[in-house]
């Protein structure tokens, strides 16, 4: 039986961020390949939230258009009064709402689940009417302080209204909480702004919830890393470098070697079979899944990619939307562009590029090489230089390869055509009509040659 309140979330997200120096919204910025507001709303989905609002106000568009998080719901906070006039803009979007409300930061994106379900668990034992997730920190200045007695807390003081004793405090407000709704709104609409940054202050609903006899909870995070928020470019490289080590030491410890994983670029969204080896300097990215036993060379960026069993991607590669079959290998230096399927045991060599080209088993590409809006069958050998001259400046068209068929260094083929299997193409070609099964086509002005021509032009 599920005894649990219902849980809604909002997400404080209006804020500039000037210390960013930015054009663009702070929560836009990005981290591990997503913008920073991301986090809060994938942590609210995860926890089944429903509804989860987020509050918006300085680029309330760009916001808006960067969480990428369906089913949300917004609150506009036009001019930026402080945290609690924050959550106040939330109401009239949770007008339907009665249970726990869980109150997140858009800029605080390390935040781990099992942290935040052990708030809600404890302000549920604690018949709260709202606990605060604090944290015991090194550093506590800029942050609002928690004042104890006990369990119990007095009152939570900002850093610019502290006394010099309450400056020495080190537990420390992470702005994140879980409140009883509707209670927090009848409970804010009696805080006021008479303080030294003249903002309605949403830590002030703590002494409210107290003159009216509520209990009010204090719960300490166990990590000081994961309440990390983001002010400045120089903590946002710091959450990345966080969140990178964490989805680093998972991958290690399900069985992928990081050669060096300082310098092993991984986002979140990437699955990587065991015994893979992946060398400094490689950046995966997107929905990306790599299989078992590849080797993956420095510099090598993929998004986005399905990669099979031991396939060898080489120094320098770059792989977006293709999927690479068993036992290739790739590069050093090739792109792999949407569309490509290397259907396994193929070799796509230095400076070749693919697009929309399907690639039959074991065929291959080693140098110098353009294939686009193509399918080329098994076991085909396209030699270096060759071209599918794709575009005619208004559209695309396709060139057809079939099975077994060799290619001599520097042919074009200009599409459309189709080259029958078994067939041969002489080097040098330019192909620019079907050839039928098992043929020679063979496409070049006839050799010239005369003898003594430049001895008889020096003398000139
Ligand atoms: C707040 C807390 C402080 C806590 C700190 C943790 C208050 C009064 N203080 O301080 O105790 O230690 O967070 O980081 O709450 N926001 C809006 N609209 C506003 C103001 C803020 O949406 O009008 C959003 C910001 O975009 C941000 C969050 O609320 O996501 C926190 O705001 P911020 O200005 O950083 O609060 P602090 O002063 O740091
Ligand atoms: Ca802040």
Known sequence: ??????????????????????????????IGGRPL???????????????????????????????????LRYAL????????????????????????????CGDVPLLRASTLERLIRYHAEQVAALTVLTAEVS??????????????????????????????????????????????????????????????????????????????????????????????????????????????????RSGVTLEDPSASYIEAGVRIGRDTV?????????KTTIGEGCL?????????????????????SVLQGAEVGESSMVGPMAHLRPGTVLKGRNKVGNFVETKKAIIGLGSKSSHLTYIGDAEVGADVNIGCGTITCNYDGVNKHKTIIEDGVFVGSDTQFVAPVRIGRNSLIGAGSTITKDVPPDSLAVSRSPQVVREGWTLRKKKK
Request: aromatic share 4%; charged share 25%; proline share 5%.
């Open 296 to 316: 993956i060379e420095p510099g090598v960026v993929v998004t986005d990619c399905i990669i099979g069993n031991s396939v060898h991607l080489k120094a320098g």
């Open 77 to 104: 906070q036009s001019e930026q009064l402080g945290t609690g006039h924050a959550l106040m803009a939330a109401r009239e979007t949770l007008d339907d709402f009665s249970g726990d409300l869980l109150l997140l």
């Open 1 to 30: 039986m599920d005894k649990n309140p219902p849980l809604a979330a909002v997400i404080l997200a209006a804020g500039q961020g000037t210390r960013m120096k930015s054009d663009f919204p702070k929560v836009a910025h990005r």
């Open 139 to 252: 550093d506590p200045h800029g942050y609002g302080r928690i004042v104890r007695e006990g369990e119990e807390i007095l009152r939570i003081v900002e850093e610019k209204d502290a006394s010099a004793s309450e400056k020495t405090i080190r537990e420390i407000n992470t702005g994140i909480y879980v409140f009883r709704a509707p209670l927090v709104f009848e409970l804010l609409e009696s805080i006021g702004r008479d303080n030294s940054q003249g903002e309605y202050y949403l830590t002030d609903v703590v002494e409210a919830a107290r003159a009216r006899g509520h209990n009010v909870r204090a719960l300490p995070a166990a990590d000081e890393e994961e309440i990390l928020g983001i002010n400045d470019r120089v903590q946002l490289a710091r959450a990345a470098d966080i969140l990178r080590g964490r989805i680093n030491e998972e991958l290690m």
């Open 278 to 286: 992946v060398q400094p300097g490689v950046h995966l990215r997107g």
């Open 37 to 71: 507001v991301a986090y809060p709303a994938r942590m609210a989905r995860d926890l089944g939230c429903s509804p989860t609002v987020l509050v918006v106000g300085h680029g309330a568009e760009e916001v808006k258009s960067a969480v990428g998080e369906p089913d």
